[in-house]
């Protein structure tokens, strides 16, 4: 038995990996010149001071735990760094002025960023019913209702808005943030319930650290698992079209060779699975096109240290769509990671696309130029950076909008025996989110083939 893999991004080679732990033979199909897709990890270099900066995610985030468990499996536990906290030095915008998140009582108190009201709306969050149903919603009705409209205008929406790079008025909660609405059916609330979990973490002794990357990037993940993978693995292979085939399916290349396989797991955005199943499956097809995707692209640029303004001491800005600026959001990786920075240099990530989806389809010298007017009036950064790099794809971030879960229970129910699905586009935008899709594909797909075959 053979199963083709169409993608070669995690969630591809998750599921070659679990492909080659259960002992089937596997072809892995990349249409570009390296495995990762959006995890890409870059060397920046200025005379002898070396950066290293990231492309697409920066962190894994062990509360889901599989690409935990995957790092242990892949032997790279000596490679993992610890960030720390995501929301330490981080800032709002809010009506032209930048304000720090409250991520303490003592700030949640002092805040100008919410109103007396808005603060005693948030409060009376243990008191509000709670909704035990599995019905979906979007993430802003789930924040009004539960913390109030000041609390997702000024707090919480721009921190999800701007990390799912999405409307919270149409992102599904049980996409973007399944997290909250189990705390809700668990504990009655947000406050009981992320008290209930604290409980449980106390009782963990093999806790992990709450973020983890590695000291050569997030690409050493996707980079030794290509390493490790033994099955036939090829780049420069743009699937072109997929036809059923006596017991199995032929796979055209792009440089006119054919594989056949007896299951194929499409690890793909739905915007390119939507073209593969246009023949074979029309009715998943269409529902494939229903699934949008959004411009997305990070910068990553380096200057002297001394040309950041001192004050406030900012790891990461988040700039809400309703601000109507270019940029969606700063980080400030010299800070946040400073082994991947040179002393006396600062290294600031832009993220783009959300707001100005235009931005990513902008030519070099006008994307800087609009990205550093926005860093100047927002940070008081003036000076031109040394060096700089960008990352884009274009319609290469999914939008899960409400009841998305239920449209791909759909999508899957009108798909041939032996197809499967993977990736961002379906349950989740995670790291940890698509490994889980690849190997849970990988591992259904093979039990229903063997199944079959007995």
């Given at each position: 038995?053979?199963?083709?893999?169409?993608?070669?991004?995690?969630?591809?080679?998750?599921?070659?990996?679990?492909?080659?732990?259960?002992?089937?033979?596997?072809?892995?199909?990349?249409?570009?010149?390296?495995?990762?897709?959006?995890?890409?990890?870059?060397?920046?270099?200025?005379?002898?001071?070396?950066?290293?900066?990231?492309?697409?995610?920066?962190?894994?985030?062990?509360?889901?735990?599989?690409?935990?468990?995957?790092?242990?499996?892949?032997?790279?536990?000596?490679?993992?760094?610890?960030?720390?906290?995501?929301?330490?030095?981080?800032?709002?915008?809010?009506?032209?002025?930048?304000?720090?998140?409250?991520?303490?009582?003592?700030?949640?108190?002092?805040?100008?960023?919410?109103?007396?009201?808005?603060?005693?709306?948030?409060?009376?969050?243990?008191?509000?019913?709670?909704?035990?149903?599995?019905?979906?919603?979007?993430?802003?009705?789930?924040?009004?209702?539960?913390?109030?409209?000041?609390?997702?205008?000024?707090?919480?929406?721009?921190?999800?808005?701007?990390?799912?790079?999405?409307?919270?008025?149409?992102?599904?909660?049980?996409?973007?943030?399944?997290?909250?609405?189990?705390?809700?059916?668990?504990?009655?609330?947000?406050?009981?319930?992320?008290?209930?979990?604290?409980?449980?973490?106390?009782?963990?002794?093999?806790?992990?650290?709450?973020?983890?990357?590695?000291?050569?990037?997030?690409?050493?993940?996707?980079?030794?698992?290509?390493?490790?993978?033994?099955?036939?693995?090829?780049?420069?292979?743009?699937?072109?079209?997929?036809?059923?085939?006596?017991?199995?399916?032929?796979?055209?290349?792009?440089?006119?060779?054919?594989?056949?396989?007896?299951?194929?797991?499409?690890?793909?955005?739905?915007?390119?699975?939507?073209?593969?199943?246009?023949?074979?499956?029309?009715?998943?097809?269409?529902?494939?096109?229903?699934?949008?995707?959004?411009?997305?692209?990070?910068?990553?640029?380096?200057?002297?240290?001394?040309?950041?303004?001192?004050?406030?001491?900012?790891?990461?800005?988040?700039?809400?769509?309703?601000?109507?600026?270019?940029?969606?959001?700063?980080?400030?990786?010299?800070?946040?990671?400073?082994?991947?920075?040179?002393?006396?240099?600062?290294?600031?990530?832009?993220?783009?696309?959300?707001?100005?989806?235009?931005?990513?389809?902008?030519?070099?010298?006008?994307?800087?130029?609009?990205?550093?007017?926005?860093?100047?009036?927002?940070?008081?950064?003036?000076?031109?950076?040394?060096?700089?790099?960008?990352?884009?794809?274009?319609?290469?971030?999914?939008?899960?909008?409400?009841?998305?879960?239920?449209?791909?229970?759909?999508?899957?129910?009108?798909?041939?025996?032996?197809?499967?699905?993977?990736?961002?586009?379906y349950r989740g935008i995670a790291v940890p989110d698509c490994i889980?899709?690849?190997?849970?594909?990988?591992?259904?797909?093979?039990?229903?083939?063997?199944?079959?075959?007995?």
């Amino acid at each position: 038995m053979r199963i083709a893999v169409v993608g070669g991004g995690i969630a591809g080679l998750s599921a070659a990996w679990e492909l080659q732990t259960r002992g089937i033979d596997l072809t892995l199909l990349e249409a570009s010149d390296r495995w990762g897709g959006k995890v890409i990890s870059s060397q920046l270099k200025i005379e002898d001071a070396n950066f290293l900066v990231e492309g697409g995610p920066d962190t894994l985030i062990t509360r889901k735990p599989e690409a935990w468990a995957l790092t242990h499996e892949l032997g790279m536990l000596d490679q993992v760094t610890n960030p720390g906290s995501e929301t330490s030095g981080t800032y709002v915008l809010d009506n032209g002025t930048i304000h720090p998140i409250p991520v303490s009582p003592g700030r949640f108190i002092s805040t100008p960023l919410l109103s007396p009201q808005g603060k005693l709306r948030m409060l009376a969050e243990p008191f509000q019913p709670a909704r035990r149903d599995q019905a979906d919603e979007s993430l802003a009705d789930f924040v009004r209702r539960r913390l109030g409209q000041e609390a997702l205008d000024k707090f919480i929406g721009p921190v999800l808005g701007g990390i799912y790079n999405t409307n919270p008025e149409t992102q599904s909660i049980m996409v973007s943030s399944p997290i909250m609405r189990e705390m809700e059916r668990e504990g009655g609330g947000l406050f009981a319930g992320a008290a209930l979990r604290a409980l449980r973490g106390r009782k963990n002794k093999t806790k992990a650290p709450r973020f983890v990357s590695f000291k050569n990037g997030l690409q050493a993940m996707t980079d030794e698992l290509a390493r490790q993978l033994k099955g036939e693995m090829r780049l420069n292979s743009k699937v072109e079209k997929i036809s059923k085939h006596s017991n199995g399916y032929q796979i055209r290349v792009a440089d006119g060779s054919t594989v056949h396989a007896d299951g194929v797991i499409l690890a793909v955005l739905a915007n390119q699975a939507a073209e593969l199943m246009q023949d074979l499956a029309p009715e998943a097809s269409r529902k494939l096109r229903s699934i949008r995707h959004q411009n997305i692209g990070t910068l990553s640029l380096v200057y002297k240290e001394s040309d950041i303004p001192a004050r406030p001491i900012i790891s990461g800005l988040m700039i809400p769509r309703r601000e109507k600026r270019m940029i969606d959001a700063v980080t400030f990786t010299s800070r946040k990671m400073p082994e991947r920075s040179a002393a006396g240099y600062a290294v600031v990530r832009v993220f783009i696309g959300g707001g100005a989806p235009e931005m990513v389809e902008f030519e070099d010298e006008r994307l800087i130029e609009e990205v550093r007017k926005e860093l100047a009036s927002l940070l008081g950064i003036h000076a031109t950076p040394l060096i700089w790099k960008a990352f884009r794809w274009q319609n290469g971030f999914p939008q899960a909008e409400v009841g998305h879960l239920q449209l791909v229970d759909e999508i899957e129910a009108h798909l041939p025996t032996g197809i499967a699905l993977a990736g961002s586009s379906y349950r989740g935008i995670a790291v940890p989110d698509c490994i889980r899709q690849g190997r849970e594909a990988a591992a259904a797909l093979s039990l229903i083939l063997k199944g079959a075959s007995q």
